[in-house]
């Protein structure tokens, strides 16, 4: 009895042998990683494609290097694998199919996993510059094309303010016309529109937003304007006020933030005396109230006129950028002196020209 024993126990060790010697572990079939190399602080193990098939096992996560190599590893927050290198590109650390990232671009695991379903991580490489091309109106312009690293701020390399022609660049928009980049934004980055660039041929295109730097306009309309008394300058006048000129195609302060210092105004008027006198005209930012109000420029005593004589008075001035509070400029015809010292404006063109 105790002699079958022994033999059965003999039989048994030898099959645990047998079946244990089959049983070995997967061989790295690339010279891209190695065990040693790894950099895998929890027990990973590497294989390769054909591996993978393993049925009955708990699988943790699968780490891909390429389509054939891969290793499998326990995620727990605080371990480290390996980084990836790839010539002309960033290696931003492991992601799943939809982009949801597990390893950080430091190698660093930043979400856990449990679980049994075999979860795959796949390394995501950035490139490292793009070619940007800009587009006005839907066809590429003259400005040369920029090179950009991924990582660029923007804001430091973009071509805001550059002419072209009257107008000047002061920001970028999508297909939608939604203005993406402006000149007033102190940063911005190729990933803040990774949706636009074309990661194959590391290439990006930018349609240009531009505004005018110069303004000129005109009106027709003739108004007549009455003394107030010596010197006073109440605005009185019969008819309109003012002339009021808007800029609507000129931003203010999108010149301001492209470093826009000056605005020389020049202005024309076709005047004609009625009665002996001075007249006066006097631009303003904003709607006059009395002869109080802070006006930017002012014309002085227009003296040299023969009573129902045309002149056209022309004046002009450069201001800081600063004093213009929005794009509208009033201005006021003035009369002054003794008795009814009366004129009459003929018409008025002014033009508005921004410089640095």
């Known amino acids: 009895m105790k002699v079958k024993m022994r033999m059965i126990i003999s039989i048994c060790l030898l099959c645990f042998v047998s079946c244990s010697s089959q049983k070995e572990t997967p061989v790295v079939t690339t010279t891209s990683i190695t065990e040693e190399e790894s950099g895998i602080k929890d027990g990973g193990v590497i294989g390769t494609l054909e591996d993978s098939g393993q049925e009955g096992k708990e699988y943790i996560a699968t780490l891909y290097m390429d389509e054939e190599t891969y290793y499998e590893i326990t995620l727990k927050k605080g371990a480290t694998v390996q980084t990836l290198n790839r010539e002309g590109y960033q290696f931003q650390g492991y992601y799943t199919d939809t982009d949801v990232c597990y390893v950080g671009a430091d190698g660093k695991v930043v979400r856990e996993y449990y679980g049994v379903d075999l979860l795959r991580l796949y390394p995501k490489f950035l490139p490292l510059d793009f070619t940007i091309t800009f587009f006005q109106n839907g066809r590429e312009i003259g400005i040369p094309k920029l090179t950009c690293k991924y990582d660029k701020n923007l804001m430091e390399v973009l071509p805001f303010g550059e002419l072209l022609g009257a107008e000047c660049i002061v920001g970028f928009q999508d297909e939608s016309k939604t203005v993406e980049i402006d000149s007033g934004q102190k940063e911005f980055y190729l990933k803040d529109i990774k949706h636009r660039l074309d990661m194959e041929q590391r290439e990006v295109t930018l349609e240009i937003v531009k505004t005018f730097t110069s303004f000129q306009d005109n009106r027709m309309d003739t108004y007549e304007v009455s003394d107030s008394g010596f010197f006073r300058q109440k605005l009185h006048i019969k008819g309109n006020a003012y002339d009021r000129f808007i800029m609507e195609e000129v931003d203010i302060q999108a010149l301001k933030n492209l470093g826009y210092q000056n605005v020389e105004i020049e202005l024309s008027c076709l005047i004609q005396e009625v009665d002996t006198g001075d007249q006066y005209i006097r631009v303003y930012t904003k709607k006059a109230s009395n002869r109080n109000d802070v006006f930017i420029m002012e014309s002085g005593k227009i003296t040299d006129m023969e009573q129902e004589e045309e002149k056209l008075y022309t004046m002009k001035a450069t201001i800081p950028i600063e004093k213009l509070e929005s794009n509208e400029l009033y201005v006021y015809y003035n009369a002054?002196?003794?008795?009814?010292?009366?004129?009459?404006?003929?018409?008025?063109?002014?033009?508005?020209?921004?410089?640095?």
């Open 336 to 356: 002054g002196g003794f008795g009814n010292d009366d004129w009459v404006s003929r018409g008025m063109t002014i033009s508005v020209l921004f410089t640095k």
